[in-house]
């Protein structure tokens, strides 16, 4: 019930392309959840993170989506670009706790 | 500021020797983590330092020694590691629970 399951696993897509990742979760005490961007040999970085109170955010050209019911959220790459390749980790914690569960981590290559 | 620094970048220890990993924030984040990355997966929590009190601890063997001198300050004594504890060790802030974790660059550790 602690798990967060992140998909794909690895992605590819071209230049320009919409890069999608899916995370889903089974605890509802869950109320914050972070999507952070890792190059190698360096640490995650937040990207961008949602609470459960809105559907939808967008800073720049990411985009969290998010549905409640589902127990489901995404992080959608709008016009990706070859610096945007790296792993990416989709994550939740809940309210009262220290400790962040991290999805499996998504490791996303954008060709020129 | 929203820098966290660790140092050192990388370190290559002997099974016998004893070293620190040693982390700073000036982010005025009460709550300080230590966390293992092993190559292609999610950091995993090692300790969670809340008002400068251990919080949490992974059942973390004993070899990793955590310490907060201060709100700003936070070291990792080794000892007789193993090589299996060859990893990236990255260090994170954040103002509170369920809150961002802001990562440091990590040290990369070699065990031979």
């Known amino acids: 019930q602690q798990q967060v399951k992140q998909s794909p696993q690895s992605l590819i897509v071209q230049k320009g392309g919409i890069p999608i990742i899916n995370c889903a979760y089974e605890?509802?005490?869950?109320?914050?959840f972070p999507w952070y961007q890792q190059f190698p040999g360096k640490g995650p970085a937040l990207l961008i993170a949602?609470?459960?109170?809105?559907s939808e955010k967008k800073e720049g050209r990411f985009t969290i989506s998010f549905n409640k019911s589902a127990k489901q959220f995404s992080l959608h790459i709008m016009d990706s670009q070859p610096g945007d390749s790296a792993t990416y980790f989709c994550?939740?914690?809940?309210?009262?706790?220290?400790?962040?569960?991290f999805g499996a981590g998504t490791r996303l290559f954008v060709k020129a | 500021d929203t820098e966290v620094t660790q140092t050192p970048k990388h370190l290559v220890m002997g099974m016998t020797n004893k070293k620190s990993l040693k982390c700073e924030q000036h982010m005025g984040h009460r709550a300080m983590y230590w966390y293992k990355q092993k190559a292609k997966k999610p950091p995993e929590l090692m300790f969670v330092y809340s008002y400068e009190k251990l919080s949490i601890n992974e059942s973390v063997p004993s070899r990793f020694s955590p310490e907060c001198p201060n709100s700003s300050l936070l070291n990792l004594h080794l000892h007789a590691l193993q090589p299996e504890d060859s990893a990236l060790y990255l260090c994170a802030s954040s103002q509170g629970q369920s809150e961002t974790q802001y990562f440091g660059p990590g040290t990369r550790l070699l065990v031979l």
């Open positions: 994550a939740a914690s809940s309210h009262g706790g220290f400790k962040t569960i």
């Open positions: 605890n509802t005490a869950f109320d914050y």
């Open positions: 949602i609470r459960p109170d809105v």
